[in-house]
């Protein structure tokens, strides 16, 4: 379907997709996610798909933890320059790269995604060869945010859009979120939520509406079916008299650190 792929207009993607070919040189295990993990999923599934593409201004990837070192040396090669403070300071969990030819910024997760949530995805980066996060594992990385926004919803809803659940690689494994969420009360709390509002905002959407609702019915009923482990139904006891999520703060790198 490559006839069908917008044209490459915005130069983050590029960038993406050349550090995605340096990685698999260097044999780094590197794995896109946000709105540009997603976009790569999206982009060869048809033109009238072209309106769920945005502006996306950085890059986040997930490494491997034991692979820290090796990142630095792979962007270092592909013209990325260190935040020297922010990985000083997050070094263990996270690190953050600058590009000086777009004026944009990665960030790194080192062996985990923890936002709001913790969302396993180490199996990830041993799986197939495509450059982004599994479907399912984006979707949660996307619906684990509390104060979702019209950004994630259109970044889940190009997913589904674009995709039907399955196996493989271009297909949801909605067996696979099934678990995840049976055994984490407030990952399910927050992602159930959000799949409430996705289904609501479906028939806004800039294509495949009646897909997208669709594809959150099915994914729903999927999650519902799924087992419960006993460590899900306690904290289902307490349900939300206790907080079950946090807020973290985005990350602050000033241009001035590598200058």
């Known amino acids: 379907m490559a006839e069908d792929r917008p044209a490459a207009t915005d130069p983050l993607v590029e960038r993406a997709l050349g550090l995605a070919e340096a990685a698999r040189v260097s044999q780094l295990r590197l794995k896109f996610l946000g709105g540009m993990g997603c976009w790569l999923h999206v982009q060869d599934h048809g033109q009238d798909l072209a309106g769920f593409r945005r502006s996306y201004h950085d890059l986040d990837v997930i490494v491997r933890k034991d692979d820290q070192k090796r990142v630095g040396e792979v962007f270092q090669r592909a013209g990325y320059e260190p935040a020297r403070q922010f990985n ?94 049976g055994s984490d009360w407030g990952l399910w709390r927050t992602v159930t939520a959000n799949l409430a509002r996705l289904r609501e905002w479906a028939p806004s959407a800039p294509a495949r509406g009646d897909r997208i609702a669709a594809g959150v019915d099915a994914l729903s009923a999927v999650i519902e079916s799924a087992p419960r482990s006993m460590k899900w139904r306690a904290r289902a006891r307490i349900g939300d008299r206790v907080i079950w999520y946090e807020l973290p703060e985005e990350p602050q790198t000033e241009w001035t650190e590598v200058r």
């Open 88 to 181: 000083a300071v997050q070094g263990e969990t996270r690190l953050m790269y600058l590009d000086p030819l777009l004026g944009s910024q990665v960030d790194v997760f080192l062996g985990e995604f923890r936002m709001c949530h913790t969302v396993p995805v180490a199996d990830a980066l041993g799986a197939a060869e495509h450059p982004s996060l599994s479907l399912a594992e984006l979707i949660l990385t996307k619906l684990q945010v509390v104060e979702l926004t019209a950004k994630d919803m259109n970044d889940v809803g190009s997913l589904l859009a674009s995709h039907e659940l399955g196996d493989g690689v271009e297909a949801i494994d909605g067996r696979q979120l099934g678990r995840l969420l």
